[in-house]
């Protein structure tokens, strides 16, 4: 029997005393796309932080490759690509700084950032910095962030949030590529993300 890639299962978490979610249990494999969905409170984000392991769950386990991932969280954190609420981007540096730090702090070559300044029309605003850009410039460039690594799993937190329509249609591009080279992905969301490989888990029912 082939085990999928990611495996949650029995997660628990509580935010201030109370709850969020119980027993929640799924499994990705490569191609796949999970969207989270739900009212806001629902624990979307508090998932995505607890798979990073930003937050400790309650109980559960999540494991990668068959492993456990609170055992080695360093290792773990190398396989995902965090997109969260906030840019996490420096204002004082430039566009094209900021995605050539992100891989040498990954330890990766910067043979993608080019395509992914590309993809979300971002090149010419690459000597820019990040601190005059507007809110829908600063989240094409974290998203450029997330594709010009190498990493197989992406956590994004509300990818579509100041996107605009042309934006929007590169963000799912950029879901699309990944998948189809065996990535996943799991990424709450309040609108639809439609392309091919889309699993729907629905929170807070």
Do not use: Y
Not at 45 to 72: C, K, S, Y
Not at 76 to 105: C, F, T
Not at 113 to 129: G, K, M, N
Request: some cysteine; aromatic content about 4%.
């Amino acid at each position: 029997m082939t085990t999928a890639p990611l495996e949650v299962t029995g997660l628990s978490c509580r935010r201030g005393g109370r709850p969020v979610f119980e027993g929640l249990s799924f499994a990705l494999t490569g191609g796949e796309l999970l969207a989270l969905i739900g009212r806001n409170g629902s624990g979307k984000t508090t998932l995505l932080r607890a798979l990073a392991q930003l937050v400790t769950a309650e109980a559960g386990q999540i494991r990668w490759q068959g492993e456990d991932v609170a055992r080695d969280r360093e290792a773990w954190r190398r396989q995902i690509a965090w997109l969260g609420h906030l840019d996490g981007l420096k204002g004082d540096l430039s566009v094209r700084e900021n995605l050539s730090i992100a891989a040498r702090l990954r330890d990766e070559p910067p043979d993608r950032i080019d395509h992914a300044l590309a993809s979300f029309d971002l090149a010419p605003l690459d000597r820019r910095e990040v601190r005059t850009l507007s809110a829908g410039q600063r989240r094409r460039v974290a998203l450029a962030r997330v594709a010009s690594g190498h990493a197989p799993v992406w956590l994004l937190d509300e990818p579509l949030n100041a996107l605009d329509t042309p934006s929007q249609a590169a963000l799912r591009a950029m879901l699309a590529r990944h998948l189809a080279s065996g990535g996943l992905a799991i990424a709450a969301t309040h609108a639809p993300i439609d392309i091919a490989g889309v699993r729907v888990l629905e929170l807070g029912r």
